[in-house]
C-alpha cells in the first residue's frame, strides 16, 4: 500500500513563495502520476497540478499557472509544488495524490494527510 506523507506548509505573507514536499513510499515499483489538490474551508476540493510518470506531462489549474510548478525526483520518491506569489485564495489544505491511471484520467488512488498553507493579507 503506497503511503504519501506532505510537508512544507505553513503562515506565509501575501506574495510569498513555498515549496511543499511528498514523500511517497511502499508503491511497489508501480507508476505513478502524482498530484497536488487543496481544500479550503467552505468549498470543494480542487485539483491544483498534476504530473505524468515520465515529468514530460504537466497539468495546472487556471488559477495557479504561472505560480506553481510541479516537479518530481523518481529517484528519491519525491513530488514538489514550489508555490510563488501566494494570495490569501491559496489558503488551503495542501494534499498529494497518486494514481496508476494517466494525467487526464481523473483517477486517483492514494492520498496523503496534508499540508495547511495559509498566506495573511
Known amino acids: 500500500q503506497m503511503q504519501l506523507a506532505e510537508s512544507g506548509g505553513g503562515l506565509v505573507q501575501t506574495g510569498d513563495s513555498l515549496r511543499l514536499s511528498c514523500s511517497a513510499s511502499?508503491?511497489?515499483?508501480?507508476?505513478?502520476?502524482m498530484g497536488w489538490f487543496r481544500h479550503a474551508p467552505g468549498k470543494e476540493r480542487e485539483f491544483v497540478a498534476g504530473?505524468?510518470?515520465?515529468?514530460?506531462?504537466?497539468n495546472y489549474a487556471d488559477s495557479v499557472k504561472g505560480r506553481f510548478t510541479i516537479s518530481r525526483d523518481n529517484t528519491k520518491n519525491l513530488v514538489y509544488l514550489q508555490m510563488n506569489s501566494l494570495q490569501p485564495d491559496d489558503t488551503a489544505v495542501y494534499y498529494c495524490?497518486?494514481?496508476?491511471?494517466?494525467?487526464?484520467?481523473?483517477?486517483?488512488?492514494?492520498w496523503g494527510q496534508g499540508t495547511q498553507v495559509t498566506v495573511s493579507s
Open positions: 495524490a497518486a494514481g496508476l491511471g494517466s494525467l487526464y484520467s481523473g483517477k486517483w488512488d492514494h
Open positions: 511502499g508503491g511497489s515499483g508501480g507508476i505513478y502520476t
Open positions: 504530473m505524468s510518470w515520465s515529468g514530460q506531462s504537466t
